[in-house]
């Protein structure tokens, strides 16, 4: 496991503070005493000689490492009077190597070996007559050698914890035999923190849900958990989500996906259900769950299957190698037992095949059961509209919007009569008024009219209206004036111009 120097960091604070509260709660009970003096210390000064020694001079890089920082809890009791006699000693240590993190020059952080725990631990204990629980906490984890030794140390017992990978932490007590009451106390993660591990755990494999199901055990033994609080986690995920349900199978609580059930599900006994689940009729819902069930049991069993087939399989491959050694040794009285066994096993892991292939059709033939009733059980909760209104739904739509097209035309055509209207008398002569201004203008803006003619619209002289008498001689046909040859010639100019 690689860890950093700023996840180090971390933690630490995180050993040191959830450490401190187990020490508050254990007062008076696993701790003896009456009176409590609280020491906090750190490897500061260390740390700055080493960064010293590389000449890193940098405060942001100090703030940023780890320092070994330990909480010791000292306990007292009064003796005759004003006089107090300490009754023991409980200590929280991290034990970080912060040489690596000054100059790690790429290499991943070592873990804490067992010379280097030896010498940590005398360092604390001040005084060896006075009882000793020390939980040194390492970042990088302990070497096997650290973790299996026996640390003989007249009235010290030494708890290891260490990350375990997964958000967690392991923490035992080596091979002393540490009272488990005081292992408990150095682990850092409360019970409810436990629990929101378990709920994140079941999170990140929920396609597990889908397809077979959970048990208590197994999640218990990848996230290090008690089972106890998986199965809080597993009751506490049910009771927020109806679609997850729990068995109990072979001691164990396994928890599946299902449908979610009506508020008042009838209870039905073990005969009745098994013919509704089997009957063209009934809820889909109580169908879906029973089958549910079903594929979590075939899916428990299958897993345990394959976990029987890979040890199984290790077992093959030390035999292979036991038989190698025994061939090149010209053993052959025990090359031909092995051969013997081997050919057993390896017949025993095709039988364990072939009933895991047979529990994968099963659970596929009700997971392909569970979808279609879960198809049949949506499309019924959708409550879709029946073909006779939904063409009834569209002749209405077509026929409004027949009408409003209608209504629309109508008021473009009346808008069209109004701009008409809007033009009056008074209107017309401003115009006028526009256009002898354009008139007045002079050759400079004539001139630049003919630069430009397409950007210049000409404007129609106005119509002029027709007298009385003029119309009334018009209808009786009486012929106007005689038009000279000139006046015919400006008219001809004028119709070429227009």
């Known amino acids: 496991m690689t860890v950093d120097a700023q996840k180090a960091l971390q933690y630490e604070s995180d050993f040191l503070s959830g450490v401190e509260a187990n020490f508050e709660a254990a007062k008076g009970r696993q701790f003896r005493g009456s009176s409590w003096q609280r020491v906090t210390e750190d490897d500061v000064l260390q740390l700055k000689t080493l960064m010293a020694d590389r000449q890193a001079y940098d405060r942001e890089l100090l703030k940023s490492l780890p320092s070994n920082r330990r909480v010791a809890l000292h306990g007292f009791e009064r003796r005759f009077g004003l006089w107090k006699r300490r009754t023991g000693v409980a200590i929280a240590s991290v034990l970080s190597p912060m040489g690596h993190y000054v100059a790690p020059g790429g290499r991943p952080a070592p873990p804490i070996g067992l010379g280097d725990l030896m010498d940590h631990v005398r360092k604390l204990v001040k005084d060896s007559n006075v009882p000793h629980v020390i939980g040194v906490c390492s970042p990088t984890g302990f070497t096997e050698e650290a973790r299996h030794a026996r640390i003989e140390m007249a009235n010290v017992a030494v708890v290891l914890v260490e990350p375990d990978g997964h958000g967690g932490w392991k923490s035992h007590g080596g091979e002393t035999g540490v009272d488990p009451r005081l292992v408990k106390i150095f682990d850092p993660e409360g019970p409810k923190q436990k629990v929101e591990r378990v709920r994140r755990f079941v999170e990140e494999r929920s396609a597990d849900l889908l397809t077979g199901g959970l048990s208590s055990g197994s999640i218990a033994r990848r996230a290090n958990v008690p089972e106890s609080l998986v199965r809080q986690g597993f009751e506490a995920m049910a009771a927020a989500d109806p ?219 106005p119509i002029k209206q027709a007298s009385v008498g003029e119309q009334s001689r018009a209808q009786a046909g009486t012929p106007d004036e005689p038009t000279s040859p000139g006046k015919a010639k400006d008219r001809g100019r004028d119709a070429e111009a227009l």
């Open 243 to 461: 679609e997850l349900r729990l068995l109990r199978e072979e001691g164990e609580l396994v928890m599946f996906r299902g449908s979610a059930m009506r508020s008042q599900e009838k209870r039905m006994g073990v005969i009745d259900r098994i013919r509704q689940l089997f009957s063209g009729e009934g809820d889909e819902a109580e169908k879906t769950n029973l089958l549910g069930e079903r594929r979590a049991a075939l899916a428990r069993r299958r897993d345990r299957i394959y976990e029987d087939i890979g040890k199984l399989e290790e077992k093959e491959q030390e035999l292979l190698g036991e038989g190698k050694a025994a061939h090149a040794a010209k053993a052959h009285v025990k090359e031909r037992r092995l051969a013997a066994q081997l050919a057993q096993l390896r017949k025993d892991i095709a039988r364990q095949n072939t009933t895991a292939g047979m529990l994968n059709q099963q659970i596929n033939i009700i997971s392909t059961d569970i979808h279609n009733l879960t198809l049949l059980q949506q499309g019924q909760r959708a409550q879709l509209p029946s073909t006779e209104t939904l063409t009834e739904h569209a002749v209405a739509a077509e026929e409004m919007l027949e009408t409003l097209k209608a209504d629309a035309d109508l008021v473009s055509g009346l808008e069209t009569g109004i701009e008409a209207n809007v033009s009056n008398a008074e209107e017309q002569a401003i115009l006028r008024e526009f256009g002898e201004v354009d008139e007045e203008a002079g050759p400079v803006k004539i001139a630049e009219a003919k630069k430009a003619p397409s950007a210049t619209k000409m404007t129609p002289p």
